[in-house]
Structures are given as structure tokens and as C-alpha cells.
């Protein structure tokens, strides 16, 4: 899968068994202590959850052959660290050389989101409006002016999330007790 189709995102089952992404949760855990939720630059940080990103989480064949990891974070959203993000694009996204893409680029990168939980509308699932890719980057009048009725994307633990960063998508914060944990990766 080389392009994005209409909705702009998927979702797919990957390789990983529970004892994987039982690992991959601990690991979360260690990597929490020293440096709190929203974690970035994983990869630098855990040899463990680079090879599993390398490997596209068991769905490599879903990007493009020439396609790399740019960015790597990690998501902890719990009853201690919770929070919203309003509607928007992630257009502020970086090569390996750390230089801001270009706008046209942006269309080509593909967003991996690995569900280390089950995810839930009530424990601030990412709710996305399909389609909204389709027309590149949009000005905030845009986003607001779009008539599209929002997706709540629901996942299982071990389920990825495929989608474009061009998407708009948006998060509630959490009304339960249920962790909400996901490795999110964008590839260019």
C-alpha cells in the first residue's frame, strides 16, 4: 500500500504477540520513570521499541520500499497524564536531516500508531474526520468549515492505526481508568 484511499487511514493487525507487546509495555513503563509521558525520540532511547518500529511493527509491506522512520513517540495517556488535542494536521514534521518538510512532501509520509492498549472513545481513542487528507494542508477556517462527521478510530492492543498525517484527527481526554498507551511513528 503505497497510496492512501479515501478515508485516509486503516486499521490492520500486526505481527506482534501479547508476550511482544507485554515487552513493549514494560518498556513504556521503564522509559516513563526517566523522562514522563509523550515521549519522543524513542528510538534513541530503546533498542527494544527501534526494532520493533524498523520492522514496521510486522507490516513493512505496507510502506513504500524507500520509506524511513522520521519521527517516534510514544503516547501514555493515563488517569495521572491526561489531556485533549484539539483538531489539526501534523504538519510540522521533520526529515532525518531535521529540516521542516515541504507541505507537498507531507502527503507521502505514512503514520504507524501501534495500540499497546485496548483504545476506547473512553479512554481518548483518536477520532478522525475521513476524507480530510485528500485536500493537503488546511488553513484553521478550513479544518472548521469541513462537513465531515467524525470516525471514533477504536482498536484493539496490538492493532496499527495506518494513516496520513494530513488527516485532521483529535483526541478527548480519557473519562475512565484504562491506560491508553501507543507507539506512534511517522515514515518518509
Given amino acids: 500500500m503505497t497510496g492512501i484511499s479515501h478515508p485516509g487511514f486503516s486499521i490492520h493487525r500486526s505481527s506482534l504477540s501479547e508476550a511482544d507487546l507485554e515487552e513493549l509495555r514494560q518498556e ?38 524507500s520509506h524511513r522512520v522520521i519521527r517516534c513517540i510514544v503516547f501514555d495517556k493515563s488517569p495521572q497524564s491526561n489531556w485533549r488535542v484539539g483538531w489539526h494536521q501534523d504538519l510540522n514534521l521533520k526529515s532525518e536531516d531535521g529540516v521542516v518538510l515541504e507541505r507537498e512532501m ?3 509520509v505514512r503514520t504507524l500508531r501501534l495500540h499497546l492498549d485496548k483504545t476506547t472513545i ?31 478510530v477504536e482498536a484493539e492492543p496490538g492493532e496499527v492505526l495506518v494513516m496520513s498525517p494530513l488527516l485532521v484527527h483529535a483526541s478527548s481526554p480519557m473519562r475512565s481508568d484504562s491506560r491508553r498507551r501507543v507507539i506512534h511513528v511517522d515514515y518518509l
Fill in 28 to 65: 513504556v513503563e521503564i522509559l516513563n520513570r526517566h523522562r514522563g509521558v509523550g515521549l519522543r525520540d524513542t528510538m534513541k532511547s530503546s533498542d527494544l521499541i527501534a526494532r520493533q518500529v524498523e520492522n514496521a511493527f510486522g507490516l513493512r509491506s505496507l510502506l513504500p520500499d
Fill in 106 to 108: 507531507l502527503g507521502q
Fill in 122 to 152: 473512553d479512554n481518548g481513542a483518536l477520532r478522525v474526520l475521513p476524507g480530510s487528507h485528500a485536500n493537503g494542508p488546511l488553513s484553521d477556517e478550513e479544518r472548521r468549515r469541513l462537513a465531515i462527521e467524525e470516525v471514533v
